[in-house]
């Protein structure tokens, strides 16, 4: 069983969904992000995803663009990169990265998840890499332990659905809708459809992304999904300081604890 | 499967889109769909007589191929007297060999049932292009364009409004071409049920570099035809320059089983290359992706993208597709850089010999031939793929050589 597993074991067995925040490592600074995504562990975030801020964030909207261009014009380097996953496990936390593959690729997949693993990171979230190009990081996350969260959208086939939860593990990142990252003042009724046919597939807990902002989106998604992911809200309070993060991420952890309807 | 059907070939991808090392598909789950969607329907449209019969009369009624094969003799003398022959994609309608692979890929987007179709343009001339197609057709029509394209390219973007289409300035990234093709995946990732993302070069996820590829071999077809017809003899050179790699891979094709034929790959080489402001993505890049496929490109130490530069707003890219990086691993075509000087003596050289004035981008392979001319000497024989013309460089002419008071 990952950490990961365990986490999920454990928010299944308190009968809710994990709460899980996104923040760029490196924006504004390295060391600001690495308060900032203290702030989110200490205020409640089961599980943070570490961005690697990238010159062409395709799947990204507005918010988490302008963050990742603050990041590598205030000198950002992939370096660093585990050195902010290493601060999180420090904490008391549990990390994964969400990055663009190239810088992967890169670096070498295999000295990618090494490094990453040795940092006490438990995973990849992979935007641009599906398992159809997969095979190298299959290879490189079962030698290192790590978990590979592979995306499902709404318009995935049941047949690439199929496809993509059979190479995952760890959880399975659901876009609640069409489009890039962004808050979005409702989630999407494509969402729940999503999940319940990516159960439909698998066993492993499935995390709902791309729009959540508020505590009241949050319990939403909790009521169907296992995971609910925060990135662009977050992103904005980051801009805003470590207080506005934490305030943010309380109100989200206590809407994923709502009793569920 | 009609008689038309074309064959097999040994130089198409694989099934999911990898020439050698290169392509594949590096997107979004939320596009796989879509790609695949692109996929089928463009390999029926391929066996279909119908789609086939309605591309070729547009191509010969519309876009008025084929195009032209002419010599320039007074230029070529500038080029150690090298006979040099001009493939004329500056004669087809909208000024560039571009109209070719929009009109195929606009009449896949009604053969898909979608009404919107949404580009990137560097130069403006693949914009310009689509938006024509899409007036034609009576297909909604979104350009994306960086803002610094945008300010150079001003008289494109008013073309582009005048046939209808919305251009949209992209101002993020180096707000180049690179940052317009984000900006379209964005839009695509959200519209992606009604909307065709008419990519204008051979690159991309599959099966976008087999599909503009195939459109443009046209280009490599009849030049063939019209040399050996001429000259008795198949070329020793064939020239192009390279952005995104799609004239260059459109003629390239005419020649790829002529072994003798050296397939020579023209890339901006900006203020030099030891200047680092350049687009040399094949002479100087390393494999990554971008854009939905792993091809060369130009990168740092960590995997950024490296903002390409050159004078060519069409060249101005730091990736290019995967076919060429293909084709340069196995030696069978060769790239060099020309600079933005080289480029620029080449563009008044050829005006002011065969009154042609070339696009900016076509320029780089006209410069190419000078060089290649010369290395061959008198017996020698090159085609150059003159891509598009020169009028919407004017402006850059005009700034670069003085040429209006004041400016
Ligand atoms: C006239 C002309 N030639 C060449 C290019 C470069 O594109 P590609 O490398 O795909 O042929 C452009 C792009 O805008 C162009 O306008």
């Known amino acids: 069983m990952s950490r990961i597993?365990?986490?999920?074991?454990?928010?299944?067995?308190?009968?809710?969904?994990?709460?899980?925040?996104?923040?760029?490592?490196?924006?504004?600074?390295?060391?600001?992000?690495?308060?900032?995504?203290?702030?989110?562990?200490?205020?409640?975030?089961?599980?943070?995803?570490?961005?690697?801020?990238?010159?062409?964030?395709?799947?990204?909207?507005?918010?988490?663009?302008?963050?990742?261009?603050?990041?590598?014009?205030?000198?950002?380097?992939?370096?660093?990169?585990?050195?902010?996953?290493?601060?999180?496990?420090?904490?008391?936390?549990?990390?994964?990265?969400?990055?663009?593959?190239?810088?992967?690729?890169?670096?070498?997949?295999?000295?990618?998840?090494?490094?990453?693993?040795?940092a006490g990171g438990l995973g990849l979230i992979t935007p641009d890499l599906t398992p159809d190009e997969g095979s190298e990081w299959i290879a490189a996350s079962d030698a290192h332990g790590l978990d590979r969260i592979f995306l499902v959208a709404p318009s995935s086939s049941d047949e690439r659905i199929a496809l993509t939860t059979a190479a995952a593990s760890g959880f399975v990142y659901a876009t609640a809708v069409m489009g890039v990252t962004g808050a979005r003042d409702s989630v999407g009724a494509a969402a729940q459809g999503l999940v319940n046919r990516t159960r439909a597939h698998t066993d492993l807990p499935v995390g709902v992304g791309l729009g959540v902002r508020s505590g009241d989106q949050a319990a939403e998604v909790s009521s169907f999904a296992d995971g609910v992911i925060v990135g662009s809200a977050l992103v904005t309070k980051a801009g805003e300081g470590t207080d506005a993060v934490a305030s943010l991420t309380k109100e989200l952890a206590e809407g994923v604890r709502r009793p569920r309807a | 499967?009609?008689?038309?059907?074309?064959?097999?070939?040994?130089?198409?991808?694989?099934?999911?889109?990898?020439?050698?090392?290169?392509?594949?598909?590096?997107?979004?789950?939320?596009?796989?769909?879509?790609?695949?969607?692109?996929?089928?329907?463009?390999d029926k449209a391929q066996h279909d007589p119908e789609f086939t019969a309605e591309f070729q009369r547009l191509?010969?009624?519309?876009?008025?191929?084929?195009?032209?094969?002419?010599?320039?003799?007074?230029?070529?003398?500038?080029?150690?007297?090298?006979?040099?022959?001009?493939?004329?994609?500056?004669?087809?309608?909208?000024?560039?060999?571009?109209?070719?692979?929009?009109?195929?890929?606009?009449?896949?987007?009604?053969?898909?049932?979608?009404?919107?179709?949404?580009?990137?343009?560097?130069?403006?001339?693949?914009?310009?292009?689509?938006?024509?197609?899409?007036?034609?057709?009576?297909?909604?029509?979104?350009?994306?364009?960086?803002?610094?394209?945008?300010?150079?390219?001003?008289?494109?973007?008013?073309?582009?409004?005048?046939?209808?289409?919305?251009?949209?300035?992209?101002?993020?990234?180096?707000?180049?071409l690179k940052d317009a093709i984000n900006e379209a995946l964005r839009d695509w990732v959200t519209n992606v049920d009604t909307t065709h993302y008419l990519l204008g070069t051979a690159a991309g996820a599959h099966p976008f570099p087999v599909m503009v590829r195939n459109f443009h071999k046209v280009i490599g077809q009849e030049a063939r035809e019209q040399i050996l017809e001429r000259t008795g003899r198949l070329p020793d050179v064939v020239a192009a320059c390279v952005g995104g790699g799609s004239n260059a891979i459109g003629i390239f094709h005419g020649f790829l089983d002529d072994t003798d034929v050296r397939l020579v790959g023209l890339e901006p080489g900006g203020k030099g290359l030891e200047s680092g402001e350049h687009g040399a993505t094949l002479t100087q890049g390393t494999p990554g992706t971008l854009h939905g496929a792993l091809s060369y490109l130009l990168q740092d130490d960590d995997g950024q993208t490296i903002e390409a530069y050159s004078i060519s707003a069409g060249l101005d890219y730091p990736g290019v597709g995967p076919e060429h990086s293909h084709l340069k691993d196995v030696g069978r075509a060769e790239y060099r850089a020309v600079t933005d000087d080289e480029a620029m003596d080449a563009f008044q050289l050829l005006s002011k010999t065969e009154g042609i004035i070339p696009a900016v981008e076509s320029a780089h392979a006209l410069a190419g031939a000078l060089q290649l001319g010369r290395e061959l000497g008198p017996d020698g024989v090159i085609v150059v793929s003159l891509s598009g013309r020169g009028d919407k460089d004017v402006d850059t002419a005009a700034r670069y050589f003085n040429l209006v008071e004041g400016v």
């Open chain 2, 59 to 176: 191509l010969s009624g519309y876009a008025g191929r084929p195009s032209l094969l002419t010599e320039a003799p007074r230029f070529a003398e500038h080029a150690g007297g090298a006979r040099i022959f001009l493939k004329r994609e500056d004669l087809n309608h909208t000024g560039s060999h571009k109209i070719n692979n929009v009109l195929g890929q606009a009449l896949l987007t009604k053969r898909m049932g979608k009404k919107r179709v949404i580009a990137e343009t560097g130069a403006g001339q693949h914009g310009v292009a689509t938006a024509t197609a899409c007036a034609l057709l009576d297909l909604d029509c979104v350009v994306y364009m960086g803002e610094v394209d945008t300010e150079r390219q001003a008289l494109n973007v008013a073309r582009m409004r005048l046939l209808g289409a919305e251009v949209v300035p992209v101002a993020t990234g180096s707000r180049t």
């Open chain 2, 1 to 42: 499967m009609a008689d038309t059907a074309p064959q097999p070939s040994p130089h198409d991808p694989d099934a999911r889109g990898h020439f050698g090392d290169y392509g594949g598909r590096f997107l979004p789950e939320a596009l796989m769909g879509a790609l695949d969607e692109l996929a089928a329907e463009y």
């Open chain 1, 5 to 118: 597993d365990e986490l999920f074991a454990q928010t299944r067995g308190e009968g809710r969904g994990a709460l899980i925040g996104y923040l760029p490592a490196g924006y504004p600074t390295v060391a600001e992000s690495k308060d900032l995504l203290a702030a989110t562990v200490d205020a409640g975030a089961d599980l943070v995803e570490v961005g690697f801020p990238y010159s062409d964030p395709v799947m990204d909207g507005p918010t988490i663009q302008a963050a990742a261009d603050t990041a590598l014009r205030n000198g950002f380097r992939l370096k660093d990169l585990f050195e902010v996953v290493e601060s999180v496990a420090d904490r008391g936390g549990r990390a994964v990265v969400m990055t663009y593959w190239n810088p992967v690729f890169h670096y070498g997949v295999d000295a990618f998840a090494r490094d990453l693993a040795a």
